[in-house]
């Protein structure tokens, strides 16, 4: 069974399915996957922590004793609670991922203690992985892939980790904090939570840009969203070089070729809003655009239409589908879509 859409994989996390009894949680960011692994832990056992219902393996203890993983899996709660067996594989080795999908094959039919929960929390597996093979195509298992956080999911984290300790960001200041966030969720947290000890802890302060100026320090040059930003508002030079420097500081082609798409869907949001009459200035307010980029943005609004942008899509979807071909040029893909967004900004008189 494969939970793919948010509301399914939250629905199962906040409540585990009675015919569930392993979960496969996998993803190439180990902070989501620790996460949703931690939740749902939460959830099956009252202590996560107790050594007696719960046993915690690795692929080194797979590669000491082979047999060790389907022995916790049959053995019984020392304390008669449920038991749990959490695997966690740090990277995918042909023997481990072989010994896992064997356990889970086993004890989806029930052949191994049917009252334990099996939780494997898994790194990046590619379609050749015995062990989703298996996870995927068992019902009495729940199968999770994690993908990169999406702008919306790392600011849902933000407001709700900070409301923990009484503490609130304006919209601008959200939209400058997610756009500088690190992109590993676990590194992400530990930003947040150095965020919340900076505003002060239970002071109940709802913080501005200017408030985020000093911890966030000076904005990096390299910025993905200032390129996609110089490409619609047709800078050829400065949108090529931008990109470059991205590339420099680590930012991928697909990461680049998204900047582009978001800049480009709230430019069609603003557009949207404008036509059923709202001002442009207002509509940019209600679509998130930076307070210190309005001016610029504006100026892009007033000069792209919805069909023009229409006409763009496309090609922003196929350099999407292009960057994720194996093998693919995807820095050069970027860039060659920059630039055909900036020339046809031009065209239009930017």
């Known amino acids: ?164 300790d009484n503490v609130t960001l304006t919209q601008d200041a959200l939209n400058l904090f997610v756009a500088r966030m690190p992109k590993e969720r676990g590194v992400a947290r530990q930003e947040i939570e150095r965020l919340a000890l900076f505003l002060g802890p239970g002071s109940g302060i709802t913080a501005g840009p200017a408030d985020l100026e000093q911890f966030l320090g000076v904005e990096p040059e390299a910025s993905l969203f200032d390129a996609a930003s110089d490409a619609f508002g047709g800078r050829l030079g400065e949108a090529q070089s931008g990109l470059r420097r991205a590339a420099q500081e680590g930012e991928s082609g697909p990461a680049a070729v998204r900047a582009l798409g978001i800049h480009l869907g709230k430019l069609r949001r603003v557009l949207t809003l404008a036509k059923a009459g709202a001002g442009l200035q207002e509509a940019a307010k209600a679509s998130g655009v930076f307070w210190k980029q309005e001016r610029e943005f504006l100026r892009q609004a007033r000069t792209w239409t919805l069909a023009e942008l229409d006409r763009i899509q496309p090609e922003v979807l196929a350099a999407d589908r292009a960057c994720k071909t194996t093998g693919s040029p995807d820095r050069l893909i970027a860039e060659r879509l920059a630039l055909t967004v900036a020339g046809r900004a031009r065209r239009l008189g930017l």
Do not use: W
């Open 1 to 164: 069974m494969i939970l793919a859409k948010r509301p399914d994989i939250e629905r199962f996390l906040a409540r585990p399915d009675a015919a569930v009894r392993a979960a496969l949680i996998y993803g190439r960011d180990m902070g989501v996957v620790r996460d949703r692994g931690h939740q749902l832990a939460a959830k099956l056992v009252p202590n996560p922590d107790d050594p007696f219902d719960v046993a915690i393996l690795t692929e080194l203890d797979l590669a000491d004793d082979g047999g060790r993983l389907e022995g916790e899996l049959a053995a019984q709660s020392l304390m008669g609670g449920r038991r749990l067996v959490r695997l966690r594989l740090t990277a995918e080795k042909s023997a481990a991922d072989k010994l896992a999908a064997e356990a889970l094959t086993r004890h989806a039919a029930g052949e191994l203690n049917p009252d334990a929960f099996f939780l494997i929390e898994a790194g990046n597996l590619g379609k050749d992985s015995a062990l989703r093979k298996v996870a995927e195509k068992v019902a009495a298992a729940a199968t999770i892939p994690c993908y990169e956080d999406e702008p919306g999911d790392v600011a849902r984290m933000v407001r709700e980790t900070l409301a923990k």
